[in-house]
T-cell receptor, first 112, second 115 residues
């Protein structure tokens, strides 16, 4: 059974700092991995999707990497801003399955 | 306008009542999903649908039913609500034909409280 873990559960940083959020999964037979952002009252916003054959994806100040063999993904946020404050969720999709298995998230606070 | 909408956004009901949560999408996607989110448990899949005639159970379907009225509409029903169904419910869509590796897109959520 796939299990997804995100550490730390909460992170507080000063504005401008570069930071890394971690995601680990127990079964490396994944189809893809998605990073989401969750804001209160606004649902989940898809940030980046990495296919199992890819090593990283970039969008603006965000860079997500995938090391399938070690069961790890990281989300790198450059030059953090207060508007980046949110809960970040990692989810993996197994090959042959429609189900996304989610981690419990990392709550990020960027202080001005 | 949002691509995936959910109604109602908030609902308080009593034990034993029948409740329907609705989801509509304008993305033209074939696949639709219902998830619930509980504090400390993350999001879990309830039901998913590949098209109007194809409905599938997820990992926690007991106590729930769904209806895919059209490609754009997918409803979740609680026939007799109970307090442990209090949660945040999300609808999502995806389509492998769009070239996005079946990326899932989520609605804003419905907060349901069962007293």
């Amino acid at each position: 059974k796939q299990e997804v873990t995100q550490i730390p559960a909460a992170l507080s940083v000063p504005e401008g700092e570069n930071l890394v959020l971690n995601c680990s999964f127990t079964d490396s037979a994944i189809y893809n991995l998605q990073w989401f952002r969750q804001d209160p009252g606004k649902g989940l916003t898809s940030l980046l999707l990495i296919q199992s054959s890819q090593r990283e994806q970039t969008s603006g100040r965000l860079n997500a990497s995938l090391d399938k063999s070690s069961g790890r993904s990281t989300l790198y946020i450059a030059a953090s801003q207060p508007g980046d404050s949110a809960t970040y969720l990692c989810a993996v999709r197994q090959g042959g399955s429609e189900k996304l298995v989610f981690g419990k998230g990392t709550k990020l606070t960027v202080n001005p | 306008d949002a691509d995936v909408t959910q109604t109602p956004r908030n609902r308080i009901t009593k034990t034993g009542k029948r409740i329907m949560l609705e989801c509509s999408q304008t993305k033209g996607h074939d696949r639709m999903y219902w998830y619930r989110q509980d504090p400390g448990l993350g999001l879990r899949l309830i039901y998913y649908s590949f098209d109007v005639k194809d409905i599938n159970k997820g990992e926690i379907s007991d106590g729930y039913s769904v209806s895919r009225q059209a490609q754009a509409k997918f409803s979740l029903s609680l026939e007799s609500a109970i307090p442990n169904q209090t949660a945040l419910y999300f609808c999502a869509t995806s389509d492998p034909r769009t070239g996005g590796y079946n990326e899932q897109f989520f609605g804003p959520g419905t907060r349901l409280t069962v007293l």
